[in-house]
């Protein structure tokens, strides 16, 4: 049984604790994440801190405008602009990213004087070439004037290899050399759980997407912890200018593909792929989620464990800070800090 505690869903069992800090957050710069004193953060007593825009909305188009306005979007005028959407197949929002976002994001940018859009993918199970013609992707493209990347239809030669002492994959991975020069990268991601062992999917597993096919044959036959490592660990080949997480639906178990579907009505920007995340977990604790969701604490979630250690986000709950302009979206802000702050069970 399940009673909800501060608006965020509990087991009877939970003992209320405080976080788990992680020991030790490497030097940002090393990995290419912005200055603390940019966009998206800033410093105080000592400890960075994000921030993360929340809008309560179920209107896409609006959300996407408000939520990027409120983030103080980094400036775009005169840049290409590689997006990384969630096409790993065609199912409908949020088995894959809705077609509404991605083109109020096309043209939120297009406003903001850039000089080209590229939209890349690498889908699976589902062919690549199939998700985006039954998406309609192509269509749009040639609407709203973007060129689409089919990273399956890549060459060997466009491909680039990223390895790393300490990492859990046997010989590093791969990724699209277009993707790694892109000097603006922008991460959208939906908010669902995964039941094939990454518990959730959001900014940091929908990286797994720039991946090629090949690979998953590695990473689906470790064990599931190393896995969810694996997943971080292709975070540390590129560093995007913001993330957009489209919470509006979401799925509360089951996932990738299909689940048991809930109306969370949230969009979020931020710059911090960690903070992001978290934050897509408490949404996830406040609407009550399965077990791999609700019984481990969101700071002690293995993706975010090890993309903290990479130092490509933020340790603990206590950095995060939301950013809200609407009492709708305030309230639900209060409701995700007590679902950050968490419980442990014993």
């Known amino acids: 049984m399940r009673e909800r505690e501060n608006g965020c869903w509990k087991r009877r069992d939970f003992i209320k604790g405080s976080l788990v800090g992680l020991v030790g957050l490497p030097a940002l710069k090393s990995f290419g994440i912005p ?43 005169g840049e290409d602009i590689f997006i990384k959407p969630n096409f790993n197949t065609s199912d409908p929002s949020p088995g894959s990213t809705h077609n509404d976002t991605l083109s109020a994001l096309v043209r939120y940018l297009k406003e903001n004087d850039i000089r080209s859009i590229k939209v890349g993918d690498r889908s699976g199970p589902e062919p690549t070439a199939q998700v985006l013609e039954k998406k309609g992707i192509l269509d749009m493209a040639s609407d709203m004037n973007f060129e689409v990347v089919n990273f399956s239809a890549l060459e060997e030669k466009d491909w680039t290899p990223v390895n790393r002492s300490g990492f859990h994959w046997d010989s590093g991975f791969f990724v699209p050399r277009i993707f ?143 950013v809200t302009a609407d009492e709708k979206s305030r309230a639900m802000a209060d409701r995700l800090k007590s679902c950050l702050a968490g419980s442990k069970v014993f």
């Open 35 to 77: 200055s603390l004193d940019s966009f998206g953060s800033e410093k105080g007593l000592g400890k960075s801190r994000t921030k993360l825009v929340l809008v309560a909305t179920e209107d896409r188009e609006s959300g996407v405008k408000t939520v990027l306005d409120l983030l103080g979007m980094p400036s775009a005028k």
């Open 180 to 322: 790694q020069d892109s000097r603006y990268i922008v991460s959208m991601c939906c908010l669902k759980t995964h039941q094939f062992g990454g518990v959730f999917t959001m900014s940091l597993k929908n990286s797994v997407g720039i991946t090629p096919k090949k690979l998953m044959r590695e990473l689906h036959g470790k064990r599931q912890t190393d896995m969810r490592r694996m997943i971080a660990e292709i975070n540390t080949a590129y560093t995007p200018r913001f993330i957009l997480m489209d919470g509006v639906d979401v799925f509360v178990d089951g996932g990738p593909m299909t689940g048991t579907k809930k109306k969370a009505g949230v969009m979020i920007a931020g710059t911090d792929r960690v903070a992001v995340d978290a934050a897509g977990l408490a949404v996830l604790k406040h609407l009550g989620s399965n077990d791999a969701i609700m019984n481990t604490p969101i700071f002690e979630q293995e993706q975010i464990v090890r993309a903290a250690e990479l130092g490509l986000g933020v340790p603990s709950a206590e950095r995060i800070e939301f």
